[in-house]
């Protein structure tokens, strides 16, 4: 039975439960045949073995590992081990999104090697019975709103970023189309600024937004897999209930945040081949994933340290070494119910990352969480939000700080004693905050947060039709055109955007290829160039192709072609050395065979 405790501040909070672990152990791909591998796990019940299979080391030795769930998905539905995305879900899916239903935040996230099976796992495929963890949940989600009751008014929003590199993108807003700014507010804790948050209000709505999520996140080509993420990526529903209680008169609403993570998958260079630009992702997502073992490592032994007084308990955590640990600091080992499902291959030739896997879900099994339940956060989080930005002002009108083009002048009689400010608050909120934030960009901040916070459900369904209108307008602006239903419809030349398009002797495969000339500069070169440390954005193959081959610089109106040092280029058939403002119309040539035509789209409009 779960033990419930009242807190001072009147939300109930659960007693202390620990992460929930599942492993998955993915069929036999492609590479694996071809080197004839063996399988080296077995699975009984809830128990997970792996045998050693290297010579000369502890060969045949067998180590068992117990977790929550243990699922073989080796086989095909005729064995009756076999364990199928459905089966997943209820087991996990299910258990999550029946907590969120209660007022819990929940975290589920899949970690393993590289081509393990995780964004399967997580995101699933289109196709009959293949739908994963997220797209499951959020169908049930909706099926289950659609089946409230009267007195309930429930609400969804959604966000969706990518970490890659460290840096975070969000997949869901065109605008927001650089790397946004991770902030820590003293109340809210960790949170990345100007993430977009959209309203849906169906699961239609929710599978677009995924769908166009998926498609933004940054993936490439391993010796491993075919489409290797190479960056982790954070799908978060922002889940609301608001309940009134027409004998009292009194609305109670409970706010839950459900966390979907798919991590990018740990990595050897010498297993996957990468190189380059490849490379350095490979050693960023190695940093992070081995910053987030450090943490769950320290987690669990903080919570054995709970039961065992003797034992000195380890009081650092390394959530700031990386950001997808700091973002995550509240589902490990915090206020979530949190799940986590590891990644396994079976084959012998990947025995080192598949044991290392183990490792890591044994020792997240022993982190503890405390989860409460969130009733009426938001008008908590209001309160609070405006007690610091009162705080603040009487702060900055001591220091006589213009604020809002008046000046908050401090009269000869005010003296430091008469600030009433609290000085638990003035000594948590400076030790969270950055030394180089002073206080009137906290007021800007916290101002903000407060405005987003009181935004209406009218607001942000609205602000979310924006949002999906401007990423329609800016596909329609690259050529892409859009059905109602938002399926791909076809893809002709841009109306406003820069391009070239490939010419060939053979009409069929003459303006088969478009390439974008973005604002700014565009660079032209060879895949994965081993002399260059920029990533091209053109990039062509052939012996007369340099690793850096010519810059285009386009400023909106006028389109600058600038060759390399001892690249080939030609315009018109003429060779040239030095930079060039392209006319649209103009042939331009590549090395020897690469031949395109060059197209500025509203330098045609002027001619008209």
């Known amino acids: 039975m779960t033990e419930h405790k009242l807190c001072s501040d009147g939300y109930t909070m659960n007693a202390m439960s620990s992460v929930k672990v599942a492993v998955r152990v993915r069929p036999f791909n492609g590479r694996e045949i071809a080197r004839e591998s063996t399988c080296i796990i077995a699975m009984s019940d809830k ?5 050693d299979p290297r010579p000369g080391h502890d060969f045949g030795s067998v180590k068992s590992f117990n977790f929550d769930f243990s699922y073989w998905s080796t086989t095909g539905p005729e064995d009756p081990r076999f364990s199928d995305q459905q089966t997943v879900y209820r087991d996990i899916g299910l258990e999550m999104l029946e907590h969120a239903f209660e007022g819990y935040n929940v975290c589920v996230f899949a970690y393993g090697q590289t081509g393990a099976g995780k ?16 797209p499951q949940l959020c169908e049930d989600l909706f099926n289950r709103i659609n089946d409230r009751r009267d007195d309930v008014s429930l609400s969804v929003e959604v966000s969706y970023m990518e970490i890659y590199c460290e840096h975070v993108r969000d997949l869901l807003n ?5 790397n946004l700014r991770v902030r820590e507010h003293p109340i809210l804790g960790p949170y990345v600024e100007d993430l977009s948050k959209l ?3 169906s699961f239609q709505d929710i599978n677009e937004l995924i769908d166009e999520g998926n498609k933004a996140r940054t993936v490439a080509a391993t010796n491993m897999n075919e489409t290797s993420s190479r960056s982790h990526a ?10 009134h209680d027409r004998q009292t008169d009194v609305t109670t609403e409970k706010v839950s945040k459900i966390s979907l993570v798919d991590l990018a998958g ?14 350095k992702e490979g050693a960023n997502i190695n940093k992070s994933l081995t910053t987030l073992g450090k943490v769950i490592s320290a987690l669990a032994e903080a919570s054995q340290c709970q039961g065992n007084k003797k034992k000195k308990k380890t009081d650092f955590i390394p959530y700031r070494d990386s950001v997808l640990t700091w973002l995550l600091r509240e589902n490990l080992g915090g206020n979530s119910k949190t799940a986590m499902i590891a990644a396994l291959s079976p084959a012998d030739i990947n025995y080192d990352e598949t044991l290392s896997t183990l490792r890591y879900a044994d020792r997240a099994k022993q982190i503890l969480c405390k989860a409460i339940v969130n009733e009426d956060p ?10 610091e930005v009162d705080m603040l002002r009487r702060l900055l009108a001591n220091e006589g700080i213009r604020l809002d083009g008046q ?18 608050v003035m000594r948590h909120s400076s030790g969270t905050m950055d030394e180089n934030e002073d206080a009137e960009e906290r007021l800007k901040m916290t101002e903000k947060l407060i405005s987003e916070l009181n935004e209406t459900w009218e607001e942000k369904i609205r602000k979310s039709d924006e949002i999906r209108r401007q990423r329609e307008a800016m596909l329609l602006e690259m050529g892409i055109a859009l059905r109602d239903d938002s399926s791909l419809m076809g893809v002709y030349s841009p109306k406003r955007t820069a391009h070239l398009v490939n010419l060939n002797e053979d009409p069929l495969m003459s303006e088969c290829l478009l390439y974008y000339i973005k604002e700014g500069r565009t660079l032209v070169g060879r895949p994965d160039s081993s002399s260059s440390s920029a990533v091209q954005d053109i990039q062509l193959n052939g012996a007369s192709i340099l690793d850096e081959h010519c810059i285009f610089e386009n400023d909106g109106t006028n389109v600058v072609l600038t060759p390399c040092h001892g690249a080939l280029c030609y315009v018109n058939g003429t060779l040239v050395t030095c930079s060039v403002v392209l006319e649209t119309g103009s042939r331009v040539i590549f090395g020897k065979s690469h031949v395109f035509r060059f197209a500025l789209p509203v330098q045609g409009m002027e001619r008209r």
Not at 47 to 51: D, Y
Not at 174 to 178: C, I, L, S, V
Not at 234 to 243: A, C, G, L, N, P
């Open 47 to 51: 128990t997970t073995t792996i045998t």
């Open 119 to 134: 964004s399967y796992t997580m995101m699933g495929r289109d196709e009959p019975n293949q739908k994963g963890i997220i």
């Open 174 to 178: 065109p605008k927001n189309r650089g």
């Open 199 to 201: 309203a849906v209000t």
């Open 234 to 243: 954070v799908f978060t529903i922002v889940f609301s209930q608001k309940r």
């Open 266 to 279: 740990s990595e050897r260079a010498d297993s996957t081949g990468a190189k380059g630009t490849r490379l």
């Open 378 to 387: 938001n008008a908590r989080l209001i309160r609070e939000l405006k007690e």
């Open 407 to 424: 000046t908050a002048m401090a009269t000869s009689c005010c003296s430091n004693s008469e600030l009433i400010v609290d000085d638990d």
